[in-house]
C-alpha cells in the first residue's frame, strides 16, 4: 500500500491510506475459516484445562480441592501459552509458511514470559486508567490493543511493543474503535444466541455457574469464538503495518526503543500487589459465622 504526502507550511506531513473496516473484517473470516481446523485446536488447548477442572468432583472428595487450586494457575498458564501459540500460527500462515499444532506452541515457548509480563502491565495500564476515570482505561486499551501481537511477531529486541503498538494506532485511532466495535457487532447474534440458550436451560447465573456440564459447555463455546477474535485482531494488526510501513512512526528507529518509566513500573506493581491481596483476602475467605 502506498502512502501519500501533504504539505503543512513548510513541513510534510504523513497521510495514511484509509482504513476499510468491513473489508478487514472480511479478510479476517476468510482467513479463519481457511485455517480454522489449526486455530480451533489451539484455542481448544487454551480452555482444556479449566475445562476439565470444572468436572472434578470437588465436593463429594476434597482432596481434589487442592488438585482445583493448584489446576487454576496451570490452566491460567495453559491459556496464556495457547493465546500466544495461536498467534504465532496465524503470523506464519498469513504468509504462506505451514505450521502445525506443536510446532505452534513450540515457538510461542521462547516468548511465553514476555508475553506474560506485558499482558500484565497492558492490564494494570487499564485499570488504572478504569479506576482514575473510565475514559483513559478505554483510551489505553485502544492505543496498546496491539502489545501482545506485537510481542509475538516483532523479533526485534530493541522495539517496545507498546511504542509499536501506538505507532500504530495514531492517525487511525477512530478507525481501530470503529472497527472493534464492529467485531463486537459480527458477534453479537451469536453471542446473544448462547447466554440465552444458557439461561433458558439453567434458569439463572447461579445454577449456571454450579452446574459442571453447563460451565464446561461454555468453555467449548468460548474456544468457538477464539478463532474469529484473534483472526480480527492479528489481521487488522497486518493491515496496518501495510499501511503505515512507510510512516516517520514506524521508520524512525528512536521512536520505537524501550524505555522504562520508573513512576509507571512502581504504580503497577502497587496495582498488582493490592489486586493480589484482595484476591487471595477473597479466595480464602472463611465462612461466615
Avoid at 488504572?128 to 485502544?142: C, D, E, K, R
Avoid at 446473544?192 to 439453567?202: E, H, R
Avoid at 439463572?204 to 464446561?216: D, E
Amino acid at each position: 500500500m502506498e502512502k501519500t504526502e501533504k504539505s503543512a507550511g513548510k513541513k510534510t506531513v504523513w497521510v495514511g491510506e484509509k482504513l476499510g473496516v468491513w473489508n478487514t473484517i472480511g479478510e479476517a473470516m476468510l482467513f479463519m475459516k481457511d485455517n480454522y481446523a489449526l486455530l480451533l485446536a489451539i484455542s481448544l488447548a487454551s480452555v482444556a484445562v479449566q475445562a476439565l477442572l470444572n468436572l472434578l468432583p470437588v465436593k463429594e472428595i476434597p482432596v481434589l480441592g487442592l488438585v482445583a487450586f493448584v489446576g487454576i494457575f496451570a490452566g491460567i498458564f495453559i491459556s496464556l501459552w495457547a493465546n500466544a501459540a495461536i498467534v504465532i500460527a496465524m503470523g506464519n500462515l498469513y504468509y504462506g509458511k505451514k505450521v502445525s499444532f506443536a510446532e505452534s506452541f513450540n515457538a510461542a515457548m521462547p516468548k511465553i514470559w514476555a508475553y506474560v509480563v506485558n499482558n500484565i502491565l497492558m492490564f494494570v495500564l487499564v485499570a488504572i486508567g478504569t479506576v482514575v476515570f473510565i475514559i483513559p482505561g478505554l483510551y489505553i486499551s485502544v492505543i496498546y490493543s496491539f502489545v501482545a501481537i506485537a510481542v509475538l511477531l516483532e523479533d526485534d529486541k530493541k522495539v517496545s511493543p507498546f511504542k509499536i503498538s501506538a505507532a500504530l494506532v495514531k492517525r487511525y485511532f477512530w478507525a481501530v474503535t470503529v472497527y472493534s466495535l464492529a467485531v463486537g457487532v459480527t458477534m453479537a447474534p451469536l453471542m446473544a444466541a448462547c447466554v440465552a440458550g444458557a439461561f433458558l436451560l439453567a434458569g439463572n447465573i447461579k445454577v449456571l455457574t454450579g452446574n459442571p456440564i453447563l460451565m464446561t459447555v461454555f468453555y467449548l463455546i468460548q474456544a468457538l469464538f477464539m478463532p474469529y477474535m484473534c483472526a480480527a485482531n492479528f489481521m487488522l494488526y497486518v493491515k496496518l503495518k501495510e499501511i503505515k510501513k512507510d510512516s516517520p512512526e514506524l521508520t524512525d528507529p528512536a521512536k520505537l526503543e524501550p524505555k522504562l518509566n520508573g513512576c509507571l513500573v512502581l504504580a503497577g506493581l502497587l496495582f498488582l500487589i493490592i489486586f493480589i491481596v484482595i484476591f487471595m483476602a477473597v479466595a480464602f475467605k472463611g465462612p461466615h459465622k
